[in-house]
């Protein structure tokens, strides 16, 4: 994303110009603090306007998903995709049973995003007692659509006006909200490609349905974007992981089901074999 690769440069430039007031480099043609205290100013720019950029909208040409039926418009997105040897069925059960320990970096990127703070348990403090999915849905999040092997769907409220109450419900999405409130929703979504071969893709869509809620979570999004890419990738690895492990399993049983059968064969042709003799 242009906006957070801007923040992220700046904050480099920031870190660089800090060395140099410390200890200015004549080789790289930085001679006093001075110069340093400008590059610093250069990256606080840089992150100034990567963090208060305006947010563009986008909107669903056609109805492709049952997140285009939710949400339609969005400002804020990210879409992962990944091929996995296993059939359609597989994958979407591995989907619903991943775990936060499946998911390398998870723990260490949510420590950070939560500041290394206790909280109750959530999708940033998820335990290993049961799949990231379930503790999503009894801390913040709603299933929008559960279609299986097609697509799941999974939705919550980011962010809303001060004093707001209410139920989250599927509903929520389609109606017209008062100003303040960004909603947030994630798929997944796995097409058939050929036999016991599937393609697994995730989607993030954010609508702020008002200028101040854009502008909020627009800097928030724009730092947290590349731990959440990272996050979305590594997730579906384990969805890989799980999928093809469950395959690999049955086609254990199978061979250890059929081994007593070979060996039934092979004693039956020694028993023919001494009887010949």
Known sequence: MLWSAIVYTGLVVA???????????????????????????????????????????????????????????????????????ASPERVFDAIKRVRASDIALFKTLTWIRRGGRRLPESILNASDTASLLDVATRSGFIYLINDPPRELVVGTMVMGPRGSRGTLTPESFKASLPPGYALAAMNFVVRPEGPNASIVSTETRVFANSPESRRRFARYWRVIYPGSAIIRRMWLRAVRKRAMASVSGIGMIHQSESQPKVEEERQSEGD???ARR
Do not use: C, M, Y
Not at 20 to 41: C, D, M, N, S, Y
Not at 43 to 63: D, F, M, Q, Y
């Open 272 to 274: 023919q074999n001494e």
């Open 15 to 85: 870190a660089i110009g800090l060395i140099f007031v410390v200890k200015p480099i004549e080789r790289l043609h930085v001679t006093t603090r001075w110069q340093g205290l400008a590059i610093i100013g250069i990256g606080v720019l840089l992150v100034g306007i990567g963090l208060n950029a305006p947010a563009t909208e986008s909107r669903a040409k056609r109805v492709e998903t049952r997140l285009d039926e939710f949400v339609p418009v969005w400002q804020f997105s990210e879409r992962h995709t990944i091929s996995v040897a």
